[in-house]
């Protein structure tokens, strides 16, 4: 990756999403991630956490993170960075794979899974 920056990108990391998936080890997430983080970018990127709080809340029931991602562009359009972020944060500390804190969340009207639970 880093030779291919220095050959064709003249040492800087492309700032287009198209082209960081053109480096090794970058994919669609990790692009976007990118273009987010550092240009906020008005882009989704679903790591674990986006893909099972979206399915948690009834936001996408996609089998795949990219499809998951088209689902959740097409509803929200705008202010995708902060959505993406919140359900990260959200993910990670609230609404975790295991033992989420239910009780604890603001959500739980919307959960599909809260019998689960057992909130």
Do not use: W
Not at 6 to 21: A, F, Q, R, S, T
Not at 95 to 114: G, Q, R, S, V, Y
């Amino acid at each position: 990756m880093a030779q291919r920056v220095i050959e064709v990108y003249d040492g800087e990391i492309p700032m287009n999403e198209k082209e960081l998936i053109t480096l090794g080890g970058v994919g669609q997430k990790t692009a976007n991630v990118v273009m987010i983080e550092y240009t906020g970018a008005n882009l989704m990127a679903v790591d674990t956490h986006v893909f099972r709080v979206s399915h948690r809340l009834g936001l996408s029931d996609d089998k795949t993170a990219i499809k998951t991602e088209a689902t959740l562009v097409r509803k929200f359009k705008n202010n995708l960075h902060a959505l993406h972020q919140g359900m990260v944060l959200f993910g990670r500390y609230v609404c975790t794979a295991k033992n989420p804190k239910c009780d604890e969340c603001f959500l739980t009207e919307f959960c599909k899974t809260k019998e689960t639970f057992k909130v």
